[in-house]
T-cell receptor
Framework: DTEVTQTPKHLVMGMTNKKSLKCEQHMGHRAMYWYKQKAKKPPELMFV???????INESVPSRFSPECPNSSLLNLHLHALQPEDSALYLC??????????????FGPGTRLTVL | DAKTTQPTSMDCAEGRAANLPCNHSTISGNEYVYWYRQIHSQGPQYIIH???NNETNEMASLIITEDRKSSTLILPHATLRDTAVYYC???????????FGKGTSLLVTP
């Protein structure tokens, strides 16, 4: 299984809502990532988890809260978002070993619209 | 900022080879060249990577110049399904973050 799955595919939420994005992989990868991609722009890294611990936070506002409950799952909790947070949210994973981090496998993304 | 420079867009006729260039003149000795592509509305997809030597897999070939300051991704027989944005990324193998630049939008035409 070389797939990263993301749910939901589409999400519309108001600025006062709380919602969560979910990402799952069963490739035994120990590094997992959240990226944000605005329309017609390249993906931008938000967070990196390594062995279920947050290792990189690219100065993301606290209204985005990541969580890694186990080695296969990665969540992104959303609260009090702004319309400018509307974007495609991509999850990725990669193997981490003494040989390096290697290629990243991406999910299809969650298209988020904040009203 | 991205460490690579790529043309904004390119066209290629179906069945022909697509040659996508990338400049990375500030690459350091322990940095790899990675290529990913993103088909419209999908997640990025890994294509190939290399350090010094040329590399080939079932998807593409990667040619890296001897001074490592530039590289070319070759899709030997482009199909319409190869229409995508292609990203050239320089990264340490121990580095997590993929620093995507603007990429090259490749259009394969019938």
């Amino acid at each position: 299984d070389t797939e990263v799955t993301q749910t939901p595919k589409h999400l519309v939420m108001g600025m006062t809502n709380k919602k969560s994005l979910k990402c799952e992989q069963h490739m035994g990868h120990r590094a997992m990532y959240w990226y944000k991609q605005k329309a017609k722009k390249p993906p931008e890294l938000m967070f990196v988890y390594s062995y279920e611990k947050l290792s990189i936070n690219e100065s993301v506002p606290s209204r985005f809260s990541p969580e890694c409950p186990n080695s296969s799952l990665l969540n992104l909790h959303l609260h009090a978002l702004q319309p400018e947070d509307s974007a495609l949210y991509l999850c990725a994973s990669s193997q981490e070993s003494l040989a390096g981090v290697g290629e990243q496998f991406f999910g299809p993304g969650t298209r988020l619209t904040v009203l | 900022d991205a460490k690579t420079t790529q043309p904004t867009s390119m066209d290629c006729a179906e069945g022909r080879a697509a040659n996508l260039p990338c400049n990375h003149s500030t690459i350091s000795g322990n940095e790899y060249v990675y290529w990913y592509r993103q088909i419209h509305s999908q997640g990025p997809q890994y294509i190939i990577h290399g350090l010094k030597n040329n590399e080939t897999n079932e998807m593409a070939s990667l040619i890296i110049t001897e001074d490592r300051k530039s590289s070319t991704l070759i899709l030997p027989h482009a199909t319409l399904r190869d229409t995508a944005v292609y990203y050239c990324i320089v990264q340490m193998d121990s580095g997590y973050a993929l620093n995507f630049g603007k990429g090259t939008s490749l259009l394969v035409t019938p």
